[in-house]
């Protein structure tokens, strides 16, 4: 009679759990490896810079670094290192302006895309299967197009002589063209335009998935449809709202192509003062600073919102 000996509730299972702990870091590395490489290593250059001090040279900062210096030439570089250029962005007010311009804009334009986006994706999600790919298409088909280009045609839409003041002319709606052009509406325009399908692919897959049937037990229990549609499509469709709005916020917070091409004198946003700084003015380190802060600016806030989430959901 053979005593089968068992073994403790804790106890490893004589290194067979290495082999999916093995596959579980292959899985995760090369996500892990691309951060690393594409945003950390670029950012920790971006932020070296910024505590350097611009001078006419290639590159046009100082210090810069030789590795046949040894440590003790290195370190010597490293204490070169100055705050002047953080110390400035405080000073001067022009660069906090653009920061909150960028911010109210953003806003703006993230609060009508998702006015405009909830109703879209909730009729593609209630829409017969059949059509649900086609109308997908739809959606995605502006990202066949160049974005440049797609930014430019709003110009002849827009423009005192375009497309917009002519058909509202024709119509006798306006006796008198209106100037849209080179104003703060040009850019809310041209941003809900370009970020409004990264509002709506999320929205729809996060309504795709409800039940409608939850809609008729609610109904059942005596709610009204403006309730229902509140308590149960809304709530359930968080994930997704939260999502599109950081899909259109943190890009159009740093946009430089649509304020540059749709926007007047007035518009001021974060994006352009970084080009000015870094291809006209050619104060690299002054611009690398301003991209430091606006970075901090977007993650930290948003990082504390992921872990209040998460939580939540705990």
């Known amino acids: 009679m053979s005593v089968e000996m068992e073994e403790p509730a804790g106890a490893p299972e004589g290194g067979r759990g290495f082999v999916p702990w093995l596959k579980s870091i292959a899985v995760a590395l090369p996500p892990y490896l691309w951060l690393v490489v594409f945003f950390l290593v670029p950012f920790l250059i971006v932020l070296r810079m910024s505590f350097s001090e611009a001078v006419i040279a290639m590159p046009p900062y100082a210090p810069t670094f030789d590795l046949s210096e040894g440590v003790s030439g290195l370190w010597a570089r490293v204490q070169e290192f100055t705050t002047f250029n953080y110390t400035f962005l405080a000073e001067d007010s022009l660069y906090w302006r653009a920061y909150l311009s960028s911010l109210r804009i953003a806003a703006i334009s993230t609060v009508i895309a998702l006015l405009i986006g909830f109703p879209i994706a909730h009729a593609m999600a209630r829409a017969p299967r059949r059509w649900r790919p086609l109308l997908l298409a739809l959606v995605i088909m502006p990202f066949w197009t160049s974005f440049l280009i797609r930014v430019y045609a709003w110009i002849g839409i827009l423009k005192r002589d375009g497309l917009l003041n002519g058909i509202l002319q024709w119509t006798g709606v306006i006796s008198e063209p209106l100037t849209i052009m080179n104003t703060d509406l040009a850019v809310f325009i041209g941003i809900v335009y370009a970020y409004l399908p990264f509002m709506i692919l999320p929205l729809y897959a996060s309504l795709e998935r409800q039940d409608p049937a939850l809609l008729e037990a609610a109904a059942d229990l005596g709610s009204p449809p403006?309730?229902?549609?509140?308590?149960?499509?809304?709530?359930?469709?968080?994930?997704?709202?939260?999502?599109?709005?950081?899909?259109?916020?943190?890009?159009?917070?740093?946009?430089?192509?649509?304020?540059?091409?749709?926007?007047?004198?007035?518009?001021?946003?974060?994006?352009?003062?970084?080009?000015?700084?870094?291809?006209?003015?050619?104060?690299?380190?002054?611009?690398?600073?301003?991209?430091?802060?606006?970075?901090?600016?977007?993650?930290?806030?948003?990082?504390?919102?992921?872990?209040?989430?998460?939580?939540?959901?705990?």
């Open 226 to 314: 403006w309730l229902a549609f509140w308590q149960v499509t809304v709530r359930l469709s968080l994930p997704g709202i939260v999502a599109g709005c950081l899909l259109v916020f943190i890009p159009a917070v740093g946009e430089f192509v649509i304020p540059s091409l749709l926007g007047g004198s007035d518009t001021l946003m974060i994006g352009q003062t970084l080009w000015d700084e870094f291809f006209s003015n050619r104060d690299w380190p002054l611009a690398s600073a301003v991209a430091v802060i606006l970075v901090l600016v977007l993650v930290v806030p948003i990082t504390l919102f992921q872990r209040a989430q998460a939580r939540q959901a705990d």
